[in-house]
């Protein structure tokens, strides 16, 4: 499949795909006149590198983590970074679990004192 149709399926631009691709995130052939060209598992393979994005891992935690996720295989070296990301993840999400409830609070209070 083409870049732009890559692109639309996964709401990613074409100028992010060109950089997962400069960062060995994201594999694609050429066409004889120089189109790029990805297998259909590409838009699983970017919807993925999205997820641990907006996890908040960088290029190249991501990069470190691809080929485990693919082959389920790990390192014991990686296991512990691995291990260390989902601890990071964790405490983001009572941050925002803290957060969500402190708004709730707020809009609870605003709601009584509209009466």
């Given at each position: 499949m083409r870049i732009g149709?890559?692109?639309t399926r996964t709401g990613v631009s074409v100028r992010a795909l060109r950089y997962y691709e400069e960062?060995?995130?994201l594999d694609s052939e050429r066409s004889?006149?120089?189109q790029r060209r990805y297998a259909q598992d590409a838009v699983?393979?970017?919807?993925?590198?999205?997820?641990l994005y907006a996890a908040g891992?960088?290029?190249k935690a991501v990069s470190g983590i691809m080929p485990c996720m693919e082959t389920g295989m790990a390192s014991a070296d990686m296991l512990d970074l691995l291990a260390a990301e989902r601890d990071k993840i964790d405490e983001r999400m009572r941050e925002l679990a803290?957060?969500?409830?402190?708004?709730?609070h707020v809009i609870e209070q605003g709601h009584l004192t509209r009466r």
């Open positions: 149709e890559v692109a960062q060995g995130l004889p006149a120089g699983d393979r970017v919807r993925l590198i999205q997820l891992l960088n290029s803290e957060t969500r409830d402190r708004l709730s």
